[in-house]
């Protein structure tokens, strides 16, 4: 066990690497009721295609997500939900591009309720009939999703940023694709990547960390498998001033503007520079932003992202709009006038996303899922002060250059539709 301290920030953190090759980390809370536990799986949306003990697999699209559906499913009929309520947890579970989660928060019994976690990830019970059943569930999924204009203008927008890549795919697979989805096909995936090599186990609470490693080793066994090889097809994609819209029922444009290079490092530096670029350049305070609302081409909704995956550096900008071209058009004229970052903004921006870091680790839920998602890509979240200090005016520039002067731009809107239609 290695003890981790991070003064700046108050916390310390235990992690482990066990005989399964499960990797575990515990944030202890010594005198907290509150406790949160998150286990997380390196399998999600974009591992389309993946060989596993000298096989090679590439199964239909939303396999991830199916499974994260029929994983609470147990051989005595029940559901891993109905045991959480008895011991009065709140569980729930999530997929995204590159990792399936499970997580519950309590405030009581965190050991059997991280026995309950554990148990039901590592017993999966797939049939012909429930899994039947599930694509009909899916089916009506992918059909409520598709109505939401918010769900609409990002599918579209990551189709059209990176045609022809598992990135542009949608994470519940497609009425056709879950259509395909058998119980071999399940079965095939969990094996694959349901293994403690591939998955990470978070827990914040007042418990002992020896505790939880010793209670993940005897319930996920201490054999070690291999973690699946991924066969990645995340490449950028060479679709300059692209566009794609429609209409819906919406009373003001909404829009979501892409922009995806290359070159994008795995790890915390990464992501603490690109939030702190982005805070320079469209955040509240700046004075792009500030242009953008006084003219009403943006409204209090307006939200930016960065977009990391494997290989992938992007941004997403998104948000309400009488006019979604011209904030597209306003912020390339803007970024095409860098040359050069004022250090007193500099300064503001760094200081404004150190604090939002900092209120991150203030909820157990979002510390643990951060610590989760990065100890899948290798590094913890946790050391993000020493980061933060080493960050220089230059990374930025260089960020802002990258991605927005030699990236290249996708704009997807909903507009309403024309009366009549």
Known sequence: MQEN??????????????SNGLTVSV??????????????V????VDASFLCDGVSMTPPKGVAHFLEHKVFEQPDGGNALQIFAQTGASPNAFTSKEMTAYHFSCTKNLKQNLEILL???STPYFTDENVEKEQGIIAQEIGMVQDRPGWCVYENLM???????SLGDSIIGTVDSIREIDRETLFSCYRSFYRPSNMVLVVAGDIAPEEV????EQILGYQKLSKPEKITDLMPRDVPGTFVSKEMEVPTPIFAIGYQTAQYLNGLKEEVVADIALEFFLGTSSSLYQTLYEQGEISHDFDVDSL????????MISGEGKDPTAVRDAINKAAQNIDGICAREFERAKRAQYGAWVRRTDSFEMMCRTQARCYLSGYSALGFSETFESVTKDDVLEFLTRVFKNGTCTLSQVIPREAGE
């Open 5 to 18: 301290y991070y003064d700046s920030i108050g916390e310390c953190e235990c992690v482990a690497k066990l």
């Open 27 to 40: 944030v202890p809370k010594h005198g907290f009721t509150k406790a949160f536990a998150i286990l997380a």
């Open 42 to 45: 390196g399998y999600g949306s």
């Open 119 to 121: 148990s039901f990830v």
């Open 159 to 165: 189709q059209t940023m990176f045609p022809g890549s």
């Open 213 to 216: 490693f010793e209670t993940a």
């Open 308 to 315: 990391l995956h494997r290989g992938v550096c992007g941004v």
